[in-house]
């Protein structure tokens, strides 16, 4: 299993961005995917999960701002990210939510002015 976090930055508060998951190593449709807040001295929290079938579910503190999304055909799953805030400032990770796998990377997001 492997998977690849993409797409984070510097952004200012109520920027956007769009992250990226390569997944590769498993049959990526039939699992429901996750994307993972792990902000500067916490621990790390599911912040929006989708189905394999693509049923969405959030975290209070990104609902109505987040969006993930995934294209089977590709392996990926997405996280559009809106509004941003510096309470989003985190590595984001992405991984199989209650069959985990090896974390990869992870990307850095940033919201500062």
């Known amino acids: 299993v492997q998977l690849v976090e993409s797409g984070g930055g510097l952004v200012q508060p109520g920027g956007s961005l769009r992250l990226s998951c390569a997944a590769s190593?498993?049959?990526?449709?039939?699992?429901?995917m996750g994307w993972y807040q792990q902000a500067p001295g916490k621990q790390r929290e599911l912040a929006a999960r989708?189905?394999?079938?693509?049923?969405?579910n959030y975290t209070n503190s990104v609902k109505g701002r987040f969006t993930i999304s995934r294209d089977n055909a590709k392996n990926t799953v997405y996280l559009q990210m809106n509004s941003l805030k510096p309470e989003d400032t985190a590595v984001y990770y992405c991984?199989?939510?209650?069959?985990?796998?090896?974390w990869g990377q992870g990307t850095q997001v940033t919201v500062s002015s």
């Open positions: 989708i189905t394999g079938g693509g049923r969405t």
């Open positions: 991984n199989r939510v209650d069959y985990e796998s090896s």
């Open positions: 190593g498993f049959i990526f449709s039939i699992y429901t």
